[in-house]
Every structure is written in structure tokens, then in C-alpha cells.
């Protein structure tokens, strides 16, 4: 795995990566933050790419307009592949997954994610912060040693 000039590399989770591409509480913050001109790496688990198209999918459902929902896709689709740093999830995060959704009581994909932190971090010399709305989550990635941000904090 690469970092290229970051000066703070940091794993956001995606439970709503929808913050960059709809307008959310938390959304300019977040922009700011994996901006790629903020000169940050963004790292995420492979698993993103499955969650953003189901939320989306979800919000249409909800309500929001097929050409929004589209065009969020796209531009992330876009995104994945040019702005991230994707982290494949193999058997090695898994089983550390489950023990970290023993330990501290996460969902699966939760577990998921942090786990892929943990291994990332593990590669690294540079900190990272685990951006999360998730408060159960944070929690779990401090008990792992690492900073946290939550985006909803920053309107």
C-alpha cells in the first residue's frame, strides 16, 4: 500500500460515505478533509463499494431522486478508483474482525472496517484518524489506539 504525499492519513468509514456526494450535516467538513488537494490519503475497505451502492439504493427508496442517487454512483464510482486508497479485505481481516466484534460489540461491517484500520496501521508510520458518526465505533477504534473524528460534530 502507498500513502503519496499526506501529510495525515486517515480511514473514514463508510457506513454513510454519502456525506461527499449529498449534502448531510458534516458534509464541507468532510470534503475538506479528503479533499485531494488537503494533501490527505484516504483509506478505505473494499467493502465501501458494496455499502455506498446499497445506501444509495436505500435513499431512492426513501425519497431521494433517481438522477441524484445516479449521479452520486457515478461520481463515486469515479472517486474509488482515482481518490482512495482501497485496503482488499482478505481472510486475515476477517477473522480479525470477529474478535474485534467480540470485543467491543460492533456490527459486522463495522468490525469489518476497523479491522482494515488495525492492518492498515500496522503498515504505516503516519497516524490515522478513524472518521466515524458512529459513536459505538469510535469508541471501539480508541480502545484500538487510534484517533477519531465524528463528522456530525462539524455542521
Given at each position: 500500500?502507498?500513502?503519496?504525499?499526506?501529510?495525515?492519513?486517515?480511514?473514514?468509514?463508510?457506513?454513510?460515505?454519502?456525506k461527499?456526494?449529498?449534502?448531510?450535516?458534516?458534509?464541507?467538513?468532510?470534503?475538506?478533509?479528503?479533499d485531494?488537494q488537503?494533501?490527505?490519503?484516504?483509506?478505505?475497505?473494499?467493502?465501501?463499494?458494496?455499502e455506498?451502492?446499497?445506501?444509495?439504493?436505500?435513499?431512492?427508496?426513501?425519497?431521494?431522486?433517481l438522477?441524484?442517487?445516479?449521479?452520486?454512483?457515478?461520481?463515486?464510482?469515479?472517486?474509488?478508483?482515482?481518490?482512495?486508497?482501497?485496503?482488499?479485505?482478505?481472510?486475515?481481516?476477517?477473522?480479525?474482525?470477529?474478535?474485534?466484534?467480540?470485543?467491543?460489540?460492533?456490527?459486522?461491517?463495522?468490525?469489518?472496517?476497523l479491522?482494515?484500520?488495525?492492518?492498515?496501521?500496522?503498515?504505516?508510520?503516519?497516524?490515522?484518524?478513524?472518521?466515524?458518526?458512529?459513536k459505538?465505533?469510535?469508541?471501539?477504534?480508541?480502545?484500538?489506539?487510534?484517533?477519531?473524528?465524528?463528522?456530525?460534530?462539524?455542521?
Open positions: 500500500m502507498k500513502i503519496v504525499g499526506t501529510i495525515e492519513p486517515f480511514l473514514r468509514r463508510h457506513q454513510r460515505p454519502c461527499r456526494y449529498l449534502a448531510e450535516v458534516g458534509s464541507a467538513w468532510l470534503q475538506s478533509w479528503i485531494p488537503a494533501g490527505n490519503t484516504t483509506l478505505v475497505s473494499e467493502i465501501v463499494i458494496a455506498m451502492q446499497s445506501l444509495l439504493a436505500r435513499r431512492v427508496r426513501e425519497g431521494l431522486p438522477n441524484l442517487a445516479a449521479s452520486a454512483k457515478l461520481t463515486f464510482l469515479r472517486d474509488i478508483r482515482r481518490e482512495y486508497e482501497v485496503i482488499a479485505i482478505k481472510r486475515q481481516q476477517l477473522l480479525m474482525a470477529g474478535q474485534l466484534a467480540e470485543k467491543h460489540a460492533l456490527r459486522t461491517l463495522d468490525a469489518i472496517h479491522a482494515a484500520l488495525v492492518q492498515a496501521q500496522s503498515q504505516l508510520t503516519l497516524p490515522i484518524t478513524f472518521v466515524s458518526a458512529d459505538n465505533q469510535r469508541n471501539a477504534a480508541v480502545a484500538e489506539g487510534f484517533t477519531t473524528d465524528d463528522p456530525n460534530s462539524h455542521p
